[in-house]
């Protein structure tokens, strides 16, 4: 055993063995430049983000009614008026005619 420390004492690496040079210096320089522009971008993309996604005025809006009466009785929407008076008339709708029921010109 004594033998093949001696011969691993004898075989000695050089001194540049192991140690960063020039271009290990340069490749960490540039990953540096690189993180610090990514970081750059970022922060101007975070800037544009809105703080909330809220909707706003987008969405559907709460009524508190005033009294407790439109609570049983909501408000109706538009046209439901003209709807509630064609249906209390049905006749006030008629159907398509056909060409031979028109009526004839006045008078005539």
Do not use: N, W, Y
């Amino acid at each position: 055993m004594t033998g093949f420390a001696l011969l691993a004492a004898e075989q000695q690496l050089p001194e540049d063995v192991g140690k960063a040079g020039p271009i290990g210096a340069l490749l960490t320089v540039l990953l540096f430049i690189a993180i610090l522009l990514l970081v750059r971008s970022m922060t101007t993309h975070l800037r544009r983000v809105p703080r909330s996604f809220d909707a706003g005025d987008d969405g559907p809006r709460v009524v508190v009614p005033d009294t407790p009466a439109e609570l049983v009785d909501p408000r109706p929407e538009p046209g439901q008026e003209l709807l509630d008076t064609l249906r209390r008339a049905p006749r006030a709708i008629e159907g398509p005619r056909r060409d031979g029921d028109r009526p004839g010109p006045a008078g005539g």
